[in-house]
């Protein structure tokens, strides 16, 4: 290609190439251009099968990566699709940069629609290129996305995608905002409370892992006699004796019941979304709950002291306040969470009730099936709290937890495929419900075709489960809860992958044999469980529907 040949997609292409190791896409009018460039020159591009699917895949690669993001997308239908995915890559604070066409700069055509109002509604910002500045506009735009934590967009109208390239012009650099960096008094202050605690608790979110400030929170917690907990997606920062496990929802009723002991509570870098919370029964109402985050404000009412700061910047400035404390004596009175009595607990019954299978019996067995080095990415649902009670990760961006942000389900397909590009040489395991599987069939196929070593675990239990526990006990009709039972293994059989639909824990012989062979390809496990089993996580929040019912009826 000469220098004349060359289009305005081209030199966006060349910035998106600089930028980024693979990207994820779907071709169509708006972005083929970009595409035929971007796969022309060798770059690395997995074809979606439905537009949602790029941007969760994008957000998943970076959640298991730590990099910034690509996604593209063609305009009007092929934007509209990717909303859901961007509005919990946004929630999420995932850096990314989604490329999609747009109208044509002489105005909207019939089918097209204001792509840029409908993203500020979400809350993501838009840069429009020009033909003059293309290349400008997009390295501004990856610069906002990495240093801010978001997802933008770099919209490319549709007349300029396939004009010649003229001289490309420099703009000038976007402000980007610092770092927040913690208030001296504020951390002498979360130090004093701290020091004084007789039972203190530090939590660490994923915020805690992206700066790297697992060693100076843990070197701190050492000094206090502190406890630890973490975020589904902060898991062994600490790398700790003391570590109680996932707090919230998704952690273990006897490590919950310590958490709630704390007198002093110190959250770093988590978002303390419902489900950390427990539905707002995991810290006593008495115990002080201090949050350290980048943004400007609490995330959650309950909080006392509230300190914007980069949770490295603060780790290692609350470190240089505290000084060991001999006399704290809560580690020993809580000898069972370093000698791993805590998680010991009886063994569970192969079948529920019904007859069909206990979830939590059959978590547990996937424990020492699934190969050690794995990536578990987990879809939303009622079921998506027996995985992180009961299996382990090898490192925080082991185990990903998809659309609790914003609180969706049927983005674990496509995210599986997205932690899987990381190229780290772990087995990508999806565990998803049969609702959320349902929603997301069109990217099995694209599981199937792109990734090496797969597991899927779909823990079904022919209804939308959440739902069901949460209104049909309160008296609601369920017939739109239910699903017609679905045989995943024999859908992914028919794909070309491994299946099994499990009767029994001896049938997960197959699955063991699978992974001793070498975990090559897909394999689909589809756990046909109980609808009676209901996880502790979702019996307080319904628990705590009804409390609230009763109060406001009074």
């Known amino acids: 290609m000469t220098i004349q040949d060359r289009t305005v997609s081209d030199t966006i292409a060349d910035v998106v190439a600089e930028h980024s190791e693979v990207v994820f896409g779907l071709m169509g009018n708006g972005n083929a251009f970009l595409v035929s460039s971007l796969t022309a020159r060798g770059h690395r591009f997995i074809s979606a099968r439905h537009e949602q699917g790029t941007v969760a895949m994008a957000d998943a690669y970076h959640r298991a990566s730590g990099k910034i993001a690509t996604a593209t997308a063609t305009y009007g239908a092929g934007f509209t699709n990717t909303l859901t995915s961007l509005a919990e890559a946004r929630l999420a604070r995932t850096p990314l940069v989604l490329v999609v066409g747009d109208a044509p700069t002489t105005g909207i055509r019939p089918w097209d629609v204001d792509q840029e109002k409908i993203a500020e509604g979400l ?47 420099d703009l000038p650099g976007v402000p980007v905002p610092p770092t927040p960096q913690p208030d001296a008094i504020e951390v002498g202050v979360a130090a004093g409370l701290l020091q004084r605690a007789a039972r203190p608790l530090i939590i660490a979110g994923r915020g805690a892992v992206t700066s790297k400030a697992g060693p100076a929170l843990r070197e701190t917690g050492d000094r206090l006699g502190a406890l630890f907990a973490t975020s589904v997606m902060a898991r062994n920062i600490f790398e700790s004796e003391w570590d109680l496990g996932i707090a919230g929802g998704f952690g273990r009723i006897p490590s919950i019941e310590i958490m709630r002991q704390a007198d002093v509570v110190l959250v770093v870098g988590a978002s303390l979304n419902t489900f950390q919370m427990r539905y707002g029964t995991l810290i006593a109402p008495d115990a002080t709950l201090i949050q350290v985050d980048t943004l400007h404000a609490a995330t959650h009412q309950r909080v006392d002291r509230f300190i914007s700061s980069d949770a ?5 400035a609350l470190l240089e306040w505290i000084s060991p404390n001999p006399s704290n004596r809560w580690r020993d009175k809580a000898q069972q969470v370093a000698d791993g009595r805590i ?3 009886p063994a569970s019954q192969e079948y529920a009730a019904d007859g069909r299978l206990n979830p939590r019996t059959f978590a547990k067995a996937l424990e020492n099936i699934l190969p050690a080095q794995r990536t578990i990415v987990q879809d939303g649902g009622h079921f998506s709290g027996w995985i992180p009670m009961y299996c382990s990760a090898p490192d925080p961006q082991g185990m990903m937890l998809v659309g609790t942000a914003f609180q969706t389900i049927g983005l674990g397909l496509p995210a599986a495929v997205g932690a899987a590009q990381v190229g780290n040489g772990r087995t990508t395991v999806l565990v998803t419900g049969d609702g959320g599987a349902l929603m997301a069939l069109p990217e099995l196929e694209t599981m199937i075709r792109t990734v090496h070593s797969g597991i899927i675990v779909v823990f079904n239990d022919a209804a939308y489960g959440a739902e069901l526990h949460q209104y049909a006990s309160r008296g609601l009709h369920s017939e739109a809860m239910l699903i017609d039972e679905v045989d995943f293994a024999a859908v992914g059989r028919s794909f070309g992958a491994a299946g099994l639909k499990a009767r029994s824990l001896a049938d997960l012989d197959q699955l063991r044999h699978w992974v001793d062979d070498g975990c090559k390809g897909v394999f689909v496990l589809d756990l046909p469980v109980s609808q009676a089993v209901i996880a502790e996580y979702m019996a307080e929040s319904m628990q705590g529907i009804l409390s609230a019912l009763t109060r406001h009826e009074k």
């Open 123 to 169: 809350g993501v910002r838009t840069f429009t290129v020009q033909a003059h500045t293309a290349a400008a506009v997009t390295r501004n735009a990856y610069k906002i996305a990495s240093a801010e934590r978001v997802p933008v967009i770099v919209a490319i109208p549709y007349d300029l995608a396939s004009l010649p390239t003229p001289t490309q012009l």
């Open 312 to 316: 490295s910047a603060f780790s290692q």
């Open 343 to 345: 998680r010991e607990e």
